[in-house]
């Protein structure tokens, strides 16, 4: 993975410190143009990965990627997956049978179909869950997709109603379908880091807040470090400005001491911002088309 990461969370209305500056954000990028002039922003500063959900609007996102592959040669995406308010939506736009055909991929249709029933019929889990996965992987076809992450809502819900086996579910369908490597993003590192060890995944890829005072760092700040100690896990850090609380260069330095981070994801919406940021990981770090550790 590279080393500095680009997210979607200012595109998209989510702002941890201001409910005012998030709707603004939202205003402003309703239009796939104004992401395009962020993302164009990111990509010319040498930051070639855009680590996002499955929103409606990425599938435009992706289709501007796909229309130009010389422009955008090294573009690639880590999805982040599912996103809950598009199942919503498709079924009030198009009623539940319209929105099974309206997300579901183009390719093998109906033997998609076929599996996804016959999953429902007998309560097989695993075939609903693969036919959502490529409900979900749907938009990015064509485009450049080495990681895929579930979402930390999904994940963390089946931390809580104990269906583990998911977990190991998407990671082979993943692996084997999409030759990805499976991701996960959580707000409970240590927790989730041992579930997935028990279900045989060494050294997973999990994102989760990292930051020097513990924002956000549900299970406990010396349980992440002593998990990044470990070699265990391979962490990409967000929130490591802990949402504007510690400076950005006390953060970026802190976070390069870490044993286990591999890389860092941050949002921004101004090129200042984005600028910022990539000049302190190349002091700290290096240049950031590759690993920190």
């Known amino acids: 993975m590279d080393k500095l990461l680009f997210g979607d969370n200012q595109f998209f209305g989510v702002n941890h ?4 500056k998030a709707r603004a954000q939202a205003m402003r990028f309703q239009r796939t143009d104004a992401i395009m002039d962020v993302l164009d922003v990111a990509y010319d500063v040498g930051i070639r990965t ?27 995406f880590y999805p ?3 996103y809950a308010h598009k199942y919503a939506n ?9 929105a099974i055909r309206h997300l579901m991929p183009n390719d093998g249709l109906f033997a998609t179909a ?3 029933t016959k999953a429902l019929a007998s309560k097989e889990m695993d075939g609903i869950a693969r036919a959502m996965i490529d409900m979900e992987m749907k938009m990015f076809t064509g485009a450049k997709t080495p990681v895929v992450f579930i979402q930390n809502v999904f994940a963390d819900l089946l931390i809580g109603v104990g269906f583990h086996r998911a977990f190991r579910i998407f990671h082979d369908h993943i692996q084997e379908k999409y030759g990805a490597e499976p991701a996960y993003i959580t707000m409970n590192m240590p927790l989730l880091l041992d ?28 349980a992440y470090l002593d998990a990044l100690k470990s070699g265990r896990v ?21 976070i390069s001491e870490l044993p286990g981070v591999e890389s860092i994801v941050f949002g921004a919406s101004s090129a ?10 190349d002091k700290y770090i290096g240049g950031t088309t590759q690993c920190l550790n």
């Not at 410190?17 to 005012?20: K, V």
């Not at 929130?239 to 609380?245: D, F, H, I, M, T």
């Open 234 to 254: 391979r962490a990409v850090a967000m929130s490591v400005y802990a949402s504007g609380a510690i400076p950005a260069d006390e953060a970026i330095h802190w």
């Open 90 to 98: 498709a079924v009030t736009d198009h009623g539940m049978l319209g």
């Open 114 to 116: 076929l599996a996804g």
């Open 50 to 76: 855009f680590m996002c959900t499955t929103h409606d609007q990425i599938s435009e996102v992706a289709d501007r990627v796909r229309a130009d592959p010389v422009r955008y040669s090294d573009f690639q």
């Open 195 to 222: 579930i997935l060890e028990k279900q045989g995944i060494e050294r997973p890829i999990i994102c989760s807040n990292i930051n020097k005072i513990g924002f956000r760092m549900s299970g406990g700040y010396d």
């Open 272 to 281: 200042g911002n984005i600028r910022g940021t990539k000049a302190l990981v």
């Open 17 to 20: 410190m201001s409910e005012e």
């Open 80 to 82: 982040c997956m599912p």
